[in-house]
């Protein structure tokens, strides 16, 4: 039996918890699939009269048995209904706290267990995930889920299980969701039922679906981003469908390897100039605490090019690559930020051992676009809308 205790902790104390705390010692805490099921089941047990205090357990998908702490239940005539909140332990998780409900109704004394979304929780409107357009976005291990813990209660009922989340609506917009396309709320979601306080290769994963999205909507090309300013200048300045890009945070890399792996044919490279230089050392997780080697990749290019000393020595002293990019362009050596981004993609290419095509473009933060290289503008053509402002866009 793995039992946790609730925490009733709000706002940002997740935050506050991974500041204070030795990682080593981090609590797990259960997922919003395990509260789901959890509530679902203490539902059956009002409706059989067999409610057994303010204590739930449930089944894992991998044989284990946790314990929930029901927050609240009532009945009404023939509808029993029962909440429980969400616990994600020490991580970062923005759903900690959030109070999830089941509301569940015997049908009749033979059927299926149906499980459906109510308020709160979101719509899938768009292909790639999991779960297919209209459906509520319960994911499958969820249901699965539910289903285990509702026949501990009803072995061959036929059951109603409505679940929301009365918070769901408004936290959506904190969440991945409206980018996937999973509209008016959140999602049931866990693989184990328990969550652990969020690894790299947690959050690595959770990019996933999105790379999954733009091969359900049939593209080959897509863009790769570190963040939100790419993203901007992909879809507002180059006019790329949502769907196709992809923001991969520091794991250039990992999102490379992935999108190789799912015979995606052509890649671009697109974010602050800051982040993808690291590409063209050979850096492939571009977190600064993993390697920060940005103005030295830059000084050492400019040397490689025949730049002077007292100039290098200049460009170094300044505190960011976007002012020393700056800089360089003012002094007429643009020309050399444009080969950096002919070097990243070189090295991107190799990563992957030429099972893609690569191009890479350097933005500011204002999102100027300030160098490309050939397979930049090559990729570009997948997706421009606006073919006369072409060249004017891409000239040098």
Known sequence: MIALELN?????????????????????????????AGAAKAACLLLKGLHQGTEVDIPLPQGERLQLSVHRWDMAEDVAWVSIIKNAGDDPDVTHGLEVVA?????SERGEIRIRGGRGIGVVTKKGLQIPPGESAINPVPRSMIQAAVREIFPQEEVLVVIEVPEGERLALKTLNPRLGIMGGVSILGTTGIVRPMSEEAF???????????VAYGHKAIVLTPGNYGFRVAREQLMV???????MSNFVGFLLEEAAY??????????????????AGGIFHTHTHVADARMEILVA?????????????????????EGAAEEIRSKGWGSLLFKLAERASH???????GELQVGTAFTLLNGEIIAWDAPA????KEFWRWPPMEEEFWRK
């Open 8 to 36: 009733t902790i709000m706002g940002g104390a997740a935050d506050m918890r991974k500041k204070t705390k030795d990682r080593h010692s981090w609590k797990t805490g259960f997922t919003t699939g395990s509260c789901a």
């Open 103 to 107: 509301r569940v109704q015997l049908l």
């Open 204 to 214: 690595k994963n959770s990019i996933l679906p999105e790379l999954d999205q733009a």
């Open 241 to 247: 469908p949502e769907e196709a890009i992809i923001q």
């Open 262 to 279: 799912r015979k995606i044919e052509k890649v671009l490279l697109l974010g602050h100039i800051g982040k993808l230089i690291k590409v």
């Open 301 to 321: 290019h400019a040397a490689l090019a025949g730049m002077d000393q007292n100039s290098l020595q200049a460009i170094a002293e300044l505190p960011t690559v």
């Open 347 to 353: 090295r991107a290419q190799d990563h992957v051992h």
């Open 377 to 380: 503008k090559e990729i570009g």
